[in-house]
């Protein structure tokens, strides 16, 4: 199996910049993609940023420019650095480790964090 635990979250305020970290355990060898995703009260969870284990990245386009995701492979774990933070950025981000689709690890689950609170002040 794989786990998953972010953190860093906290308030800032507007302007302002957070980094998350994610750490993963267990099967990491299992994981293909890491990602950052934001869910907000009556909205469904977004996806910020993915890295997969080549490096390919994607963002949402939005944030291109303000969000920046980092990955350590060598030591499984993912960052996400937000810059220039606004009020909108407010939500519960989660990591998303997405596992290899062979034979190995059909066993395993994509696996998501708990969430960290992220809070921009206005």
């Known amino acids: 199996q794989v786990q998953v635990v972010e953190s860093g979250g906290g308030l800032v305020q507007t302007g302002g910049s957070l980094r998350l970290s994610c750490a993963a355990s267990?099967?990491?060898?299992?994981?293909?993609?890491m990602g950052w995703f934001r869910q907000v009260p009556g909205k469904e969870r977004e996806l910020l940023a993915t890295?997969?284990?080549?490096?390919?990245?994607v963002y949402k386009f939005s944030l291109m420019g303000r969000f920046t995701i980092t990955r350590d492979n060598a030591k499984n774990t993912a960052a996400l650095q937000m810059n220039n933070l606004e009020p909108e950025d407010t939500g519960v981000y989660y990591c998303?480790?997405?596992?290899?689709?062979?034979?190995?690890?059909?066993?395993?689950?994509?696996?998501w964090g708990q969430g960290t609170l992220v809070t921009v002040s206005s």
């Open positions: 998303k480790a997405e596992i290899d689709g062979g034979s190995t690890c059909a066993h395993i689950s994509d696996t």
């Open positions: 267990g099967d990491t060898f299992c994981i293909d993609t």
């Open positions: 890295m997969n284990r080549a490096g390919t990245t």
